[in-house]
């Protein structure tokens, strides 16, 4: 006689397993991995988060020779900061700067990426990447001199030029009406080729026969890159856009701290040419380290706002 069965009677599901408990199977089985991410965590622990520790340094009325004697001073610097006219000049010029980086060198990268992915050549195709992507590793102290030269009312090229075609010679570094615009050029000239590098690879992951069922739908190389190159690349570009938002408070600072003078300061002092200022040369560094804590949680709200926005109506974000 058989046993009696009960219907739909098993044995018991396991119970899912927790994160702890994933996380630490996880590093059983990839152990060496691991290890190896350690270096990473341990340089991230030590320059980025242990510094962080300063940031007391903007409540307080900081003495760098005797820190016991240092006064704890509550929002006085930051109150000091919104009410400082200076300070608000200084925002409004790296507010207009960043702008105009995103507006014209944002897309630049993109539409290089595209054009050299449509390169045939090869022996050409890596001779271009080769030229554009050598000006990212000279400094800036570099590119400064060398566009100084360039630019030079007494015996640069370019007004050389201008002068035998009969024009004046342009103060390019001394007049404030133009000396965004060479900001702008030089920084595009200086980094716009090494950017192109994220876009290109993200190419390569776009399935080629996207583009072949485009071709036999009759579709040109304009609509193919509507159509098929731009949505592919789509994630990768919101990825970086949100990122830059990050960086909008930062405006090129060591760019702008070796190219510009006195006679530009109202149209190219930014908040990291200020705090150098105000940090190093007047030595006040409770209150430079304030306006660096704004530049922060302001980069800090940029990055989630942005990608909060992106996920809303893009359905896509970095997290």
């Known amino acids: 006689m058989k046993p009696a069965t009960t219907e739909g009677t098993g044995p018991a ?3 899912p397993k927790t994160y702890m408990q994933t996380l630490w199977s996880d590093i059983r089985k990839d152990w060496d991995l691991y290890l190896a991410l350690l270096p990473g965590i341990a340089f991230i622990l030590l320059f980025k988060y242990t510094p962080m520790y300063g940031i007391v340094i903007a409540f307080q009325d900081f003495n760098i020779f005797d820190r016991a004697a240092s006064t704890w001073v509550g929002w006085t610097h930051f109150e000091k900061l919104f009410s400082n006219d200076s300070f608000l000049h200084v925002f409004q010029n790296t507010l207009i700067i960043s702008l105009y980086k995103i507006v014209f060198l944002f897309p630049l990268p993109i539409i290089i990426a595209i054009m050299l992915n449509e390169l045939k050549h090869m022996l050409f195709k890596r001779g271009v990447q080769t030229v554009i992507y050598l000006p990212h590793f000279l400094s800036w102290v570099i590119v400064s001199g060398l566009f100084i030269d360039l630019l030079s009312t007494n015996g640069g090229l370019v007004n050389k030029i201008i002068v035998s075609l009969g024009g004046e010679p342009i103060r390019f570094f001394l007049d404030s009406e133009i000396f965004r615009s060479v900001l702008i050029f030089t920084a595009g000239w200086k980094e716009t080729g090494w950017s192109t590098i994220v876009y ?18 009759g579709a040109g190389k304009w609509k193919q890159t509507v159509h098929v190159t731009l949505p592919g690349l789509i994630p990768i570009i919101l990825l970086m856009f949100i990122l830059r938002l990050g960086h909008v408070l930062e405006a090129g600072t060591e760019q702008i701290l070796v190219m510009y003078n006195p006679g530009v300061y109202n149209v190219s002092d930014v908040i990291g040419t200020y705090v150098y200022r105000i940090g190093l040369g007047n030595q006040d560094y409770s209150f430079s380290t304030a306006v660096g804590l704004f530049d922060s949680v302001v980069g800090f709200i940029l990055i989630m706002s942005g990608n909060y926005l992106s996920r809303k109506f893009l359905k896509q974000g970095i997290w």
């Open 13 to 15: 599901p396991k119970a």
């Open 200 to 217: 290109l690879a993200a190419l390569t992951s776009i399935d080629p026969q996207l583009y072949e069922a485009a071709r036999i739908d």
